[in-house]
């Protein structure tokens, strides 16, 4: 069993920056692929980039690319968003996935999720 932990969300002012993390603890996360999801109200959970186990594949979705970056480091996962935007706003979770998995876009493929943590862009 894997537990995951957000944290680093808060109110930002459009084109800021902010850095979330995943902490996790338990089970098989460091051989697991890891992801950050978003879910906005009235919009359908969203993903926004993947490592895989090894970190050495990534991916992301085409509308964060340019400014989010996802890194890991041990029990920690992160996701470094620049240039933020009032569409960002939503509840940003991580997942993590079973044992040697590749990172993909579908929810179904991960496991354990965190709680999430809020991020609030202003114009």
């Known amino acids: 069993q894997v537990q995951l932990v957000e944290s680093g969300g808060g109110l930002v002012q459009a084109g800021d920056s902010l850095r979330l993390s995943c902490a996790a603890s338990?089970?098989?996360?460091?051989?697991?692929?890891v992801a950050w999801f978003r879910h906005a109200p009235g919009k359908e959970r969203e993903f926004l980039a993947g490592?895989?186990?090894?970190?050495?594949t990534t991916n992301y979705v085409d509308s964060v690319k340019d400014r989010f970056t996802i890194s890991r480091d041990k029990n920690m996962v992160y996701l470094q968003m620049n240039s933020l935007k009032p569409e960002d706003t939503a509840v940003y979770f991580c997942?993590?996935?079973?044992?040697?998995?590749?990172?993909?876009?579908?929810?179904?493929?991960?496991?354990?999720w965190g709680q999430g943590t809020q991020v609030t862009v202003s114009a």
């Open positions: 490592i895989s186990w090894s970190g050495r």
């Open positions: 997942a993590a996935s079973g044992e040697y998995m590749e990172p993909t876009k579908v929810p179904s493929t991960y496991l354990y």
């Open positions: 338990g089970g098989t996360f460091s051989r697991a692929a």
